[in-house]
C-alpha cells in the first residue's frame, strides 16, 4: 500500500477536489434560475428552439457528470476510511500511485479500466 504521506496527499487532492466540484456545481445552479432555466427563459427571437434544447441538454449532461465526479471522489474518500483506497476493485492489486496522482479517485488499476471502458462505454470512467 502507499506510505502514510502518499495516502494524506492523495486524501487532500480528493478533498481539494470535492471542494471544487461542490463550489462549480454551486455557481452553475446558483442564483434565481440554472443555465437550463435560463436559456428556456429566452424568447424565440432570442434563440431558437432547437438551441434552447441544445443548451438545456448540455446543461443537464454537466450536471449529471459532475455528480458522478463528485459521488466518484466520495467513495474514494469512504474507501480511504476503509483502508482500501488504491486497491483495484476488480483484481485487487494495487493501484499505482502516478495513476491515483492523475485521478485519484480511481477505482481500477489501468488494465481493468481499460476492460471496464471496452464492456460499457467510456461511462466506465467513474463507475
Not at 489501468?110 to 471496452?118: G, K, L, M, P
Amino acid at each position: 500500500m502507499k506510505n502514510d504521506l502518499q495516502k494524506e496527499s492523495l486524501k487532500q487532492l480528493l478533498l481539494a477536489q470535492k471542494v471544487q466540484l461542490l463550489d462549480k456545481m454551486t455557481q452553475e445552479r446558483g442564483g434565481a434560475s440554472s443555465r437550463a432555466e435560463a436559456a428556456a427563459a429566452l424568447s424565440p427571437t432570442e434563440q431558437s428552439h432547437a438551441q434552447n434544447f441544445t443548451e438545456r441538454d448540455t446543461a443537464f449532461a454537466l450536471q449529471e457528470h459532475d455528480l458522478e465526479e463528485l459521488e466518484a471522489t466520495e467513495l474514494a474518500l469512504m474507501r480511504i476510511t476503509q483502508g482500501t483506497y488504491g486497491l483495484c476493485l476488480a483484481c485487487e492489486t494495487e493501484i499505482p500511485i502516478t495513476r491515483l496522482l492523475a485521478f485519484p479517485a480511481a477505482k481500477r488499476c489501468i488494465d481493468c479500466q481499460t476492460i471496464a471502458e471496452e464492456t460499457s462505454g467510456p461511462k466506465a470512467a467513474l463507475h
